[in-house]
């Protein structure tokens, strides 16, 4: 595990299953994005975001092109989606939180074109999680 996170920076995913984490972070975060620990006072929707498109960005080549514009497009459409749904109250925040999980879909996806890319556990077995 990662615990290079240190107060007043940012933590950027830099693989495919730490933005699979992320995603997971995202999911329970929404629709607000507001945290509720100490060191995380400046995250936002805005943030959050910008912070998955960049780690998208760095895993541009493992995800391929189309599966890299499809996940681009997938979380500009959730985060609209909560920006829609404030309260959690409409029904957006359900859907922009399946988008997010397709963007996770992607990622399993890519995982069949470069088994090398999956996870692997403490005894270099390659994982399904």
Not at 89 to 101: A, M, R, S
Request: aromatic share 10%; proline share 4%; with cysteine.
């Amino acid at each position: 595990m990662n615990f290079s996170r240190k107060v007043n920076s940012r933590y950027q995913p830099s693989s495919l299953d730490e933005i699979q984490d992320y995603l997971s972070t995202l999911v329970t975060a929404a629709p607000s994005f507001v945290f509720k620990d100490w060191w995380a006072t400046d995250r936002t929707i805005d943030s959050e975001f910008a912070v998955l498109g960049e780690a998208l960005q760095n895993v541009r080549e493992e995800l391929g092109e189309a599966r890299y514009a499809k996940a681009v497009d997938l979380a500009a459409r959730a985060k609209a989606l909560f920006v829609d749904d404030p309260g959690d109250d409409n029904g957006k925040t359900v859907i922009g939180c399946h988008l997010l999980w397709d963007i996770d879909d992607i990622i399993e996806e890519s995982y069949k074109d470069q088994p090398s890319a999956r996870p692997s556990n403490d005894e270099g077995q390659v994982t399904e999680d």
